[in-house]
């Protein structure tokens, strides 16, 4: 199963009609995965899920995180 669909499915599984969850677009896809890599490089690899979870508990888009993610940036771990 690809990515996408992959995707898919877990935004049905998580009850995409009650709670909203979609799978996020490509780009969305590309923004987040290279914030998880500023968080995974500048810390321990655990940030990265970890730190995809907190976006999505604050509700914020993935270029505002992308943004916060390099705020913080190597100089913090």
């Known amino acids: 199963m690809e990515a ?4 898919k499915a877990f935004a049905t599984e998580l009850g995409r009609e009650e709670t909203g969850a ?4 490509p ?7 290279e914030m998880a890599g500023v968080a995974a490089h500048a810390s321990e690899r655990i940030a ?3 730190a995809c979870y907190m976006v999505g508990v604050a509700g914020i888009d993935a270029e505002q995180a992308l943004a916060a993610a390099r705020r913080v940036g190597p100089t913090s771990a």
Do not use: K, N, Q
């Open 4 to 7: 996408a669909e992959w995707l």
């Open 22 to 25: 979609e799978a996020p677009s």
């Open 27 to 33: 780009g969305t896809v590309d923004v987040l995965l």
């Open 48 to 50: 990265a899920p970890i």
